[in-house]
């Protein structure tokens, strides 16, 4: 279980997080929701340690993040990055497989790479890629290297930053398939932000919606539709009338 | 009104003073990620490559054209007070004390101080670095620590063959323009060039190889956002890499030879 109380976060003037409070259940996906430069990327940033809260606190079955042995912390999590965060002077499978050779228990290369072309065939990827750079591939396959790399050690939470943004409808059905498997088969806790309705209806156990630097609405995806928050309701069917400005 | 003024000083000055003792931290700090395990030997491996060997070719050329420029410089001065035949002892000397370890420096800060800023900076702005602290990877022991040791390492050996290189231009210029016997010429410089000219040429190179590599990892952690951030962390790499240089060398003669 992760937990957050009274998150605040400025960069400068720029309020960005004003007294968050989340709850996400072990075991469960989360899906975060909510306008673009909300701070759902520094959401999950801040529950990594990456971008430090300049108030709050942020637990982790009970721990507080900022305590305790940091490796030991971080071996706990996978994270995907909006932007892929691929390391460009490695190849495919060298940034899938990058912590498999590392850390406490390192594998062999042959079986880190072994490992690495098996997760990159879950993501919808054929092993030829393997051994190509990163710079080579499409945006779409980048994304996809980047959430095999976020799965491949196994970890208990997953954080995915717009995992299916820039994927053709097909491969984003096939990703949220995965996550959702994930989940279910490996009692792996996810935290999804992603824009995409039918991700989140396809991924989610709960929802919340993140407006203004607070947690707007959260709940279970299925009482979505029937909730009656305007800014929600005006958030998961696009219109451009509402309570929230459009220009932002 | 002079207030004013003083402001205008000393703001600039502390700003100075305040980047100045941030280096000095991150420095302190990658001597520390330095002895503490683990250490990345591929990583290490590569930018030796990089910094030694890619940067031969430049450093070479600069020491052989400086030689040449240097043996007609001497030779032009010297006759001034009929003292031609000292330019063997001199372009060794020059070559070996300053002008290899210098312009070397100077060289690899415009080759190496950049690329590395740049690739660290283009890590920093597309959050690879972030992905590096999530798998487990400590930045400065995965991409400062090697770098800094690689150039720590490899620069004294380019200003070794640069100092070679750059006696040879003295003497091809010597033999081949200024009417030198060549075994007089050779026999000249190997009797008057003394270890310690050589040697404090070779320390003051590890020092500008450790600014270079520290410089430039220390902009490119520290870029900016965007492709803008980035430029601007790599002209500040290679312009603090410079003066630090140019400055340490200084600091460095006075210690080694102002008794
Ligand atoms: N390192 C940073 N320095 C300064 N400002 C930042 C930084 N990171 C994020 N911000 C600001 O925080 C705000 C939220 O950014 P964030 O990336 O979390 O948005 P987001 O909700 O993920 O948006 P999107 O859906 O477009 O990805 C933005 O206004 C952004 O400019
Ligand atoms: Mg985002």
Redesign the pocket.
Known sequence: MITLTDVHKA??N?H?LRGLDLVIPKGESMVII??????????L?CILGL?HPDQGTITLEGQDVTRGDRDAFLARFGMLF?GGALFDSLRVWENVGFRLVRGSKPMNKDQAREVAIEKLRRVGLKPNVADLYPAELSGGMQKRVGLARAIAAEPEVIFF??PTTGLDPIMSGVINTLIREIVLEMGVTAMT?T?DMTSVRAIADRVAM?HDGLIRWTGPVADMDAAPDPYLQQFIHGRAEGPIESVR | MIGAVLARIGRPVLAVLAGFGRVVLFALDTLRHLLTPPFYWREFWASLLQIGWFSLPVVGLTAFFTGGALALQIYSGGSRFSAEAVVPQIVAIGMARELGPVLGGLMVAARVASSIAAEIGTMKVTEQIDALVTLSTHPMKYLTVPRVLAATLAVPVLVAVGDSIGISGGWLVGITKLGFNSATYLKNTTDFLEFWDVGSGLVKGAVFGFIVALMGCYAGMNSG?GAQGVGAATKSAVVAASVLILAANYVLTGLFFSS
């Open positions: 960069f400068g720029n960005v909510g306008g673009s430069g909300t701070g759902k990327s520094v959401l940033k971008v909006q930053d717009e932000i824009h993140l | 956002r």
